[in-house]
């Protein structure tokens, strides 16, 4: 998905766990290639940024938009509550974590673009959280 000259030498991680229907997880994680981790969120041409409840120390009675600060602390709180049946969300969660600390975290939006019904390419939007 990220193949911009920006992003050369980015791979996707793979082993990022699934939840039984897609949500409280991030589309996709990449890491770059000094390291650093890149969010994807993903969304087809009418696709927008969603809205859910918050969840973790801070966030927890707030609303949080995707492709904010906040919805990513919450789906970092979603992650480690899933830390005894999904030890890799758990270990994720915690690099997300570092990485917001050190500020070295991006997340972009991937998003399709489509040309009466067809599949065009898709445009690319670093999102800011910080």
Request: hydrophobic residues 35%.
């Amino acid at each position: 998905m990220l193949l911009q000259k920006e992003f050369e030498g980015a791979h996707e991680i793979t082993d990022l766990p699934e939840t039984p229907n897609g949500s409280k997880r991030f589309d996709q994680l990449w890491r770059d290639k000094d390291g650093n981790l890149i969010i994807v969120e993903a969304k087809g041409p009418k696709g927008r940024l969603e809205w859910r409840k918050g969840n973790g120390r801070f966030d927890r009675r707030t609303m949080v938009k995707q492709g904010t600060i906040e919805y990513v602390r919450t789906i970092c709180a979603d992650m480690e509550q899933r830390t005894l049946v999904s030890p890799k969300d758990g270990q994720y969660a915690k690099e997300i974590r570092a990485a917001i600390e050190n500020k070295t975290l991006r997340y972009v939006l991937v998003q399709a673009t489509e040309t009466t019904g067809s599949y065009a390419g898709a445009v690319l939007k670093h999102l800011k959280i910080f």
